[in-house]
């Protein structure tokens, strides 16, 4: 018998929603009047601490968009904001405090008080 060599194959990079985000995304959705939406994250450059989060509805996914699915929403990253979210979860929080989606970042080395903003 011969050996075959096999090369793992690296994990799909990947943000999570939580049920709670997953929840509010799908009535936000249902409230527009765009038919099939999904939720898109974003990384850009600016805020005080280097880079912000950018979260909108969008109506066109790109070729080489990474999509995940959690409760029948869909998760929409480009690739390169995927190098700085790679890990993150967005979940959705309201309290007494506010109400607002939260990013929790692995990758974050330093945040402003806002919560926005990463470097």
Known sequence: MQAISITPRAAAPKVTLTSAAAAKVADLIA???EGIMAL????RPGGCSGFSYELELDSKIDDADIVNTFDGVKLVVDPQSMEKVN???IDYRDTLQGAGFHINNPNVERAC???NSFS
């Open 40 to 43: 898109r994250l974003g990384v």
């Open 87 to 89: 890990g993150a979860e």
């Open 113 to 115: 008080g806002c919560g």
């Open 31 to 33: 409230r527009e009047d």
